[in-house]
T-cell receptor, first 115, second 114 residues
Framework: GAVVSQHPSRVICKSGTSVKIECRSLDFQATTMFWYRQFPKQSLMLMATSNEGSKATYEQGVEKDKFLINHASLTLSTLTVTSAHPEDSSFYIC???????????FGSGTRLTVV | AQKITQTQPGMFVQEKEAVTLDCTYDTSDQSYGLFWYKQPSSGEMIFLIYQGSYDEQNATEGRYSLNFQKARKSANLVISASQLGDSAMYFCAMPHSGYNKLIFGAGTRLAVHP
């Protein structure tokens, strides 16, 4: 079946530094990937749609300059949290479109803690 | 605009019993799909079952079945013969109209008791 690999699974960083999270489709090509954020005990909130070879489409209220998304190839999208602050601490999870799972396969998520 | 509503923040069930998790939705689309995902404490999102709005039969996948009532705009998940490993968060979701992106309900936390 379709597999989406997300790394790292956990990361702790200092306030003011940047963190990059990778999302890879291992056995299929994904022209579109999605990045979600999830606070504890809450639902997934879509942050942005990552489009291969073009700019990402951000949801209302998401800071483009803080959450940089790059989708340089059909198998890789990256989310960079720039100048991270403690309030950016959250669970970030990506998904990619694939035909096998009716269009959506999720990565395993990244738990970001900013100290 | 589409909306997914899950009104049960938490549910518990005895092991081996069946449980129904509620999901109602609102959409103006004629053709749409509904998903259920399981999220254990590890955080991964596990696809459980999918129902297309034009599917004549209710979807079933092993112990999971979907009680799809189109007129009521409900797509409840039924888990039969609950197991301890079923304890997790469960999310109902549907694609946003005209886009690939999924919108999620608030989720239901299921606890299976021995």
């Amino acid at each position: 079946g379709a597999v989406v690999s997300q790394h790292p699974s956990r990361v702790i960083c200092k306030s003011g530094t940047s963190v990059k999270i990778e999302c890879r489709s291992l056995d299929f090509q994904a022209t579109t990937m999605f990045w979600y954020r999830q606070f504890p005990k809450q639902s997934l909130m879509l942050m942005a749609t990552s489009n291969e070879g073009s700019k990402a489409t951000y949801e209302q209220g998401v800071e483009k300059d803080k959450f940089l998304i790059n989708h340089a190839s059909l198998t890789l999208s990256t989310l960079t949290v720039t100048s991270a602050h403690p309030e950016d601490s959250s669970f970030y999870i990506c998904s990619a479109g694939d035909r096998a799972n009716y269009g959506y396969t999720f990565g395993s998520g990244t738990r970001l803690t900013v100290v | 605009a589409q909306k997914i509503t899950q009104t049960q923040p938490g549910m518990f069930v005895q092991e081996k019993e069946a449980v129904t998790l509620d999901c109602t939705y609102d959409t103006s689309d004629q053709s749409y799909g509904l998903f259920w995902y399981k999220q254990p404490s590890s955080g991964e999102m596990i696809f459980l079952i999918y129902q297309g709005s034009y599917d004549e039969q209710n979807a079933t996948e092993g112990r999971y079945s979907l009680n799809f009532q189109k007129a009521r705009k409900s797509a409840n998940l039924v888990i039969s013969a609950s197991q301890l490993g079923d304890s997790a968060m469960y999310f109902c979701a549907m694609p946003h109209s005209g886009y690939n992106k999924l919108i999620f309900g608030a989720g239901t936390r299921l606890a299976v008791h021995p």
